[in-house]
T-cell receptor, first 115, second 113 residues
């Protein structure tokens, strides 16, 4: 089944404790990105990647890191989480070719709480 | 900067009714527009994608239209069912934006049995 998976789905942690949220897609997509969703602020892009070893900042990159060492994986790293990073996080992927193939697919979400 | 607005914020209809959800965007220079569905606490499910050169797309009971010149899209749901209850999100990719989706705040739809 074609899908985007994220792990963990739920995480409660404390301020300053480094964590990684994994994202993996099995559709051979070049493009992957991370969004966070907050009440009243909607969905905002954190980082994106056009291909392996090519990443760039979205609208809200502060406090986050990413890497793209393999085409299928795009982990989100919080080196020193703070309470304002409590949010619902989504990973997304798509092809970069024009046409219908650039439909974006989202993972199930990771609900992160930082105490 | 591109802004996307969805009206109404919430909508409640009886089962069987046909309904229209509205989406407007401020910059007509878009690459494409995508409609999503989000169930409470869940991920986003892609419903329809409309390329900038297209006027509409259909999938089952759903039909989405796009009028780039006026900065508007509508999602038409025919013969609504309680299972259609969810939040519907509209998102656009601005031309030259590296595929970043700009989302509206969504319309929360409730279909009453």
């Amino acid at each position: 089944e074609a899908q985007v998976t994220q792990n963990p789905r739920y995480l409660i942690t404390v301020t300053g404790k480094k964590l990684t949220v994994t994202c993996s897609q099995n559709m051979n997509h070049e493009y992957m990105s991370w969004y966070r969703q907050d009440p009243g602020l909607g969905l905002r892009q954190i980082y994106y990647s056009m291909n392996v070893e090519v990443t760039d900042k979205g609208d809200v990159p502060e406090g986050y890191k990413v890497s793209r060492k393999e085409k299928r994986n795009f982990p989100l790293i919080l080196e020193s989480p703070s309470p304002n990073q409590t949010s619902l996080y989504f990973c997304a992927s798509s092809f970069l070719t024009s046409g219908r193939d650039n439909e974006q697919f989202f993972g199930p979400g990771t609900r992160l709480t930082v105490l | 900067k591109q802004e996307v607005t969805q009206i109404p914020a919430a909508l409640s209809v009886p089962e069987g009714e046909n309904l229209v959800l509205n989406c407007s965007f401020t910059d007509s220079a878009i690459y494409n527009l995508q409609w999503f569905r989000q169930d409470p606490g869940k991920g986003l499910t892609s419903l329809l994608l409309i390329q900038s050169s297209q006027r509409e797309q259909t999938s089952g009971r759903l039909n989405a239209s796009l009028d780039k010149s006026s900065g508007r899209s509508t999602l038409y749901i025919a013969a609504s069912q309680p299972g259609d209850s969810a939040t519907y999100l509209c998102a656009v990719i601005a031309s030259g934006s590296a595929r970043q989706l700009t989302f509206g705040s969504g319309t929360q739809l409730t279909v009453l049995p």
